[in-house]
C-alpha cells in the first residue's frame, strides 16, 4: 500500500475538532477501555499486568493494534523498566499473531508523541501496530 488512505477515520478526526472548539475533552478513552469490564465492547484483546492490547476503533486497515501502558502518561521518560519490557513483549506477540494470521507484507509500529507529531490522543502514551 503506497497511500494512508482511511476516509472511515473522518468521524474520530471531526471529534477532535468538536473537543477543540469546545474546550472540552470527556476523559481518556483509552483509560475508558481498560475500566470498563466489557472487553469485546470496548475490542480489548489482551490484559497485562503493566499494559494492554487492544484494537483501533478507527482503523488505517485491518489488524491495526495498539498496545497500551495501563498506567495513564503522556511522558514516554516516565515509563517503569517494567513498562516499557511488557509493551514491547506485547508489540513482539502482537506482530507474530498478525503475520500467523494475515501474512502482511510489512508492518508500520512506532508511536506520536505529542499533538503536534500527530497523536490523535495525546495525553496517553500507546504504540500502533500497522499490518501492510
Known amino acids: 500500500m503506497k497511500n494512508l488512505f482511511s476516509p472511515w477515520r473522518s468521524k474520530y478526526i471531526a471529534s477532535f475538532a468538536e473537543e477543540a472548539k469546545s ?3 470527556a476523559g481518556c478513552v483509552l ?3 481498560f475500566e470498563s469490564s466489557d472487553d469485546e465492547e470496548s475490542l480489548i484483546l489482551h490484559r ?3 499494559a494492554f492490547i487492544i484494537m483501533n476503533r478507527y ?3 485491518s489488524g491495526h493494534l495498539m498496545i497500551i501502558p495501563t498506567r495513564h502518561t503522556a511522558d514516554f521518560q516516565s ?3 517494567t513498562e516499557e519490557l511488557e509493551c514491547l513483549d506485547l508489540i513482539k506477540a502482537s506482530e507474530r499473531a498478525i503475520m500467523e494470521l494475515s ?3 510489512g508492518f508500520n509500529i512506532g ?3 505529542g499533538r503536534a507529531a500527530g497523536a490523535g490522543i495525546d495525553d496517553h502514551l500507546h504504540w500502533h501496530i500497522v499490518p501492510r
Open 103 to 105: 501474512k502482511p507484507q
Open 31 to 33: 483509560c475508558a477501555a
Open 59 to 61: 482503523p488505517y486497515n
Open 79 to 81: 515509563l517503569t523498566r
Open 111 to 113: 508511536m506520536n508523541l
Open 23 to 25: 474546550g472540552h475533552t
Open 48 to 50: 497485562g499486568r503493566e
